[in-house]
T-cell receptor, first 115, second 110 residues
């Protein structure tokens, strides 16, 4: 499978715990995006990497959230001290930076439930 | 006001019907426009990019009106498998983040 992959697919955690999600983009894609989607809404942008550089962060990304892409390949999104409001689907997408660079391809998402 | 607005539906149509979805966006600087399809509890999948000249892909036709900041999607000869949520999407800003509408639900029935 050469698409975007995300792990885990589901995560249930108790309020106050830390969680980390992983995204593996399509191999030749140098751009990587994180989005969050809640029920009945479209995905909302969280952050963007070009190679290993994090170039933009949404104000939705509070201090409890951190994302990395250390070698410009896979990325991790960590949420510290989770709150019930963090329950959502966390989606990763990737794209190239040339040609049809605006077309982003999404992974299956990680569904987070905070109890 | 939301940056991308869509009628949430649902649109309930019989097989074979033609159905049209509309979308408006607020950022006149947006340069790229898309329709994504999302099945229940799945990730969004790119359906088609939308070009200024309009474009067609089989039963699907997308149109863009930059002056009115309006995007449309027409589905002809609806199939049961077209049942999904259709997300109107525009890019925003220099880093190409995508701004999604809340989606329009389509239910095609026999």
């Amino acid at each position: 499978d050469t698409g975007v992959s995300q792990n885990p697919r589901h995560k249930i955690t108790k309020r106050g715990q830390n969680v980390t999600f992983r995204c593996d983009p399509i191999s030749e894609h140098n751009r990587l995006y994180w989005y969050r989607q809640t029920l009945g809404q479209g995905p909302e942008f969280l952050t963007y990497f070009q190679n290993e550089a994090q170039l933009e962060k949404s104000r939705l990304l509070s201090d409890r959230f951190s994302a990395e892409r250390p070698k410009g390949s896979f990325s991790t999104l960590e949420i510290q001290r989770t709150e019930q409001g963090d329950s959502a689907m966390y989606l990763c997408a990737s794209s190239t930076s040339g040609g049809s660079s605006y077309e982003q391809y999404f992974g299956p998402g990680t569904r987070l439930t905070v109890t | 006001r939301k940056e991308v607005e869509q009628d949430p539906g649902p649109f309930n149509v019989p097989e074979g019907a033609t159905v049209a979805f509309n979308c408006t966006y607020s950022n006149s600087a947006s340069q790229s426009f898309f329709w994504y399809r999302q099945d229940c509890r799945k990730e969004p999948k790119l359906l088609m990019s939308v070009y200024s000249s309009g474009n067609e892909d089989g039963r699907f036709t997308a149109q863009l009106n930059r002056a009115s900041q309006y995007i449309s999607l027409l589905i002809r000869d609806s199939k049961l498998s077209d049942s999904a949520t259709y997300l109107c999407v525009v890019n925003s800003g220099g880093y190409n983040k995508l701004i999604f509408g809340a989606g329009t639900r389509l239910a095609v029935h026999p």
